[in-house]
């Protein structure tokens, strides 16, 4: 017989658990939450720093990806097929970092 598979944690149930811990209100938690979002979403925007640090668990980098010119008689390495390979513009990723102390809970 399987075991059952373990599932992350909702968000009501993650917002119980620190108002449990904490002794504040699931509205005061749910607030705090929505004021993190906000402060990540102002740094990584494009005026913002690009780094957002959550201190202690992860850092969160904004990258720019730069635009790729399209190519003309490109081989395909597995069937050695020629293709002609389409521009890609420019675009942002966001990495996401784990820190020391996240690492040592795992």
């Known amino acids: 017989m399987a075991k059952a598979a373990k599932k ?21 938690v749910a607030a705090v939450f929505e004021a993190l979002e906000a402060e990540v979403k102002k740094s990584l925007s494009s005026r913002g720093a690009g780094v957002f640090s959550i201190p202690g668990l992860l850092k969160i980098e904004r990258k720019k990806v ?11 390495p597995f069937t050695g ?26």
């Open 66 to 76: 730069p635009a790729r010119p399209a190519k003309k008689n490109v081989r395909n």
């Open 8 to 28: 992350a944690p909702t968000k009501t149930e993650i917002l119980t658990s620190i108002a449990a811990t904490t002794g504040l209100t699931k509205k005061e």
């Open 81 to 106: 097929e020629l293709y002609d390979q389409p521009a890609k513009p420019a675009y942002s990723k966001v990495k996401v970092r784990p820190l020391k102390n996240l690492k040592e809970m795992v």
